[in-house]
């Protein structure tokens, strides 16, 4: 039998050295997802946003606005007359028949379409006026305007009298007389200062 020294175990195993596991990488060593574009990175490729552009009224956007005070202020004054002869809506009445007649030569029709003919022609005659007493002020600056405004009042009360044709008088035959002239001519008046006033605001500084 061959000999074996003390201790020796023949046939045995080799053993693998043992080492150390490895150690972790840190966590910042991981690769971090890509983070999403900051807002101020994202606001320099985009476009910057495109501000609306509100242009300013015109010369005749201003003055048609002027015609529709017009309207309203000289309405309420025909109003007014009327209710001195107890009926609100004579000068409408009266400037429909009127018309009426000139076209179809009818001297009398219904009440309610003499009203609503008059009013019609209330409508186109005082915004026509307004309009174009408002295209002669809001050209002036300052308080020329204000001068030019008591200036064209005048000269339509003036004028409507004895001057200005029927169908185109605010009214119809019912201004005819210098005192309701006079009242259509306050109410013109206060029509174009409120004109000036409405542009003056919207006017940018």
């Known amino acids: 039998m061959p000999e074996t020294n003390e201790g020796e175990i023949t046939g045995a195993i080799p053993t693998a050295e ?10 910042a060593a991981f690769d971090a997802p890509p983070s999403a574009p900051s807002s101020s990175a994202r606001s320099e ?21 002027t015609g529709s005070l017009t309207t309203i202020a000289t309405g309420g004054a025909l109003i007014g007359l009327g209710l001195r ?25 219904a009440p309610l379409a003499s009203v609503g003919i008059g ?3 209330h409508l186109l005659v005082a915004t026509f006026w307004g ?3 408002g295209l002669l002020v809001l050209r ?24 200005v044709p029927v169908a185109l ?3 119809y035959s019912v201004t005819s007389t210098m005192g309701s ?11 174009l200062l409120g004109g000036i006033w409405l542009d003056a605001t919207d006017t940018p500084e």
Do not use: K, N
């Not at 043992?18 to 966590?27: F, I, L, R, V, Y």
């Not at 910057?48 to 201003?62: F, N």
């Not at 030019?148 to 339509?156: E, G, L, P, S």
């Not at 002239?181 to 029509?191: F, K």
């Open 140 to 163: 002036l600056t300052g308080f020329a305007r204000v001068v030019a405004a008591v200036v064209v009042t005048a000269a339509y009360v003036w004028c409507s009298a004895d001057y």
């Open 18 to 27: 043992w080492s150390p596991p490895p150690e972790a990488p840190p966590e």
């Open 85 to 109: 002869e107890g009926d609100t809506s004579r000068a409408f009445r009266l400037a429909g028949r009127g018309l009426m007649q000139r076209v179809t030569g009818a001297s009398t029709g």
């Open 181 to 191: 002239a006079v009242s259509i001519g306050v109410a013109l008046l206060v029509a």
């Open 45 to 65: 490729d985009e476009p910057p946003p495109v501000e609306e552009y509100d242009p300013p009224p015109t010369l005749l956007d201003r003055a048609l606005a």
């Open 119 to 121: 009013y019609l022609h």
């Open 131 to 133: 309009t174009m007493l």
């Open 169 to 171: 008088r605010i009214g």
